[in-house]
């Protein structure tokens, strides 16, 4: 079945440091890929999106470049702030979104000023 | 522009107990999905309500049922509680053309 694997955490960064979080994954079809972000007590936020092939997401200097080659969508920023803490989501879906998505089990960043 | 609504913000039952959650999606969305989200995991699918049926469903058994209203709103009904259904409850709204946005969640505790 799909599934999606995420980088283990948790991640304490520095301020201003730069982040990656690896995500890969597993699909019988051509998903679409997306990152949510949770903050704590909070549901979930989209934060970016690809929906096919070599696209890039970007959103709030965040970015994640689809690679159907090695079947990844790693989460990067340049400099993370201490707002970025939160606990960070990578997950699938067959249909542009509208059909279920399929999780990882999420990477917690802790960012120290 | 209301976002996706869910009540209620906290509940707690006890064993064998049965709850009712309730979910308003987003403006002009018109299909609901229901995810549990257990503490320190990703939201797992529940299942999927489309023009009031059941469309998709996940790995859940049938204690868990749902409902969609002719406005789009939706209910998650659990029945016989055990304590491996605590968990965040998240409500989600989509539609042909959107992504899925969630709501706040409901957080449900079982004794």
């Known amino acids: 079945g799909d599934s999606v694997t995420q980088m283990e955490g948790p991640v304490t960064l520095s301020e201003e440091a730069f982040l990656t979080i690896n995500c890969t994954y597993t699909a019988t079809g051509y998903p679409s890929l997306f990152w949510y972000v949770q903050y704590p007590g909070e549901g979930l936020q989209l934060l970016l999106k690809a929906t096919k092939a070599d696209d890039k997401g970007s959103n709030k200097g965040f970015e994640a470049t689809y690679r159907k080659e090695t079947t990844s969508f790693h989460l990067e920023k340049g400099s993370v702030q201490v707002s970025d803490s939160a606990v960070y989501f990578c997950?699938?879906?067959?249909?542009?979104?509208?059909?279920?998505?399929?999780f990882g089990t999420g990477t917690r960043l802790t960012i120290i000023p | 522009d209301a976002g996706v609504t869910q009540s209620p913000t906290h509940l707690i039952k006890t064993r064998g107990q049965q709850v009712t959650l309730r979910c308003s999606p987003k403006?002009?969305?018109?299909?609901v999905s229901w995810y549990q989200q257990a503490l320190g995991q990703g939201p797992q699918f529940i299942f999927q309500y489309y023009e009031e049926e059941e469309r998709q469903r996940g790995n859940f058994p049938d204690r868990f049922s749902g409902h969609q209203f002719p406005n789009y709103s939706s209910e998650l009904n659990v029945n016989a509680l055990l304590l491996g259904d605590s968990a965040l409850y998240l409500c989600?709204?989509?539609?042909?053309?959107?992504?899925?946005?969630f709501g706040p969640g409901t957080r449900l505790t079982v004794l």
């Open positions: 997950a699938l879906s067959l249909d542009f979104g509208n059909e279920k998505l399929t």
């Open positions: 403006s002009g969305h018109d299909t």
């Open positions: 989600a709204s989509s539609d042909r053309t959107d992504t899925q946005y």
